[in-house]
């Protein structure tokens, strides 16, 4: 299936979309196994299905046990500030939101914010 919504930011076309994240994972599964192509199954933001992107620009993540999110989901944190800009540019390049870096009051690593419009 191909995303109305969401474009590759280097091909300019259309990204694959998947409706579950199990969906996405078995496709991920056949390009490594087929393709020797790793991939990563995301969550979009803009059309909330799935994608995939290759697994060397994922980063880890972890769930901050004390912040939450806008929508009230704890946030990822990651455990240097370098992973959280790359997973910052990752997601301004795929999806257009600009992203702030900070570090967690708590000690939780590093989250990121919608950076303020001045
Ligand atoms: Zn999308
Ligand atoms: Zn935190």
Redesign the pocket.
């Known amino acids: 299936m191909k995303s109305e919504t969401c474009l590759g930011k280097v091909s300019g076309k259309p990204l694959s979309f998947y409706y579950t994240e199990f969906e996405a994972q078995s496709a991920a599964e056949y390009s490594k196994n087929v393709y020797d192509n790793e991939l990563a199954p995301y969550e979009c933001q803009r059309c909330n299905y799935w994608h995939l992107s290759p697994k060397c620009r994922m980063t880890p993540s972890q769930k901050?046990s004390?912040?939450t999110s806008a929508t009230n989901e704890y946030?990822n944190?990651y455990l240097t500030s370098k992973e959280a800009k790359i997973r910052a540019s990752i997601i301004y390049e795929e999806q257009g939101i600009a992203l702030e870096v900070y570090k967690?009051?708590?000690g939780?690593g590093w989250?990121l914010t919608k950076a303020r419009n001045y």
């Open positions: 901050c004390k912040c946030k944190s967690c009051r708590h939780n989250h």
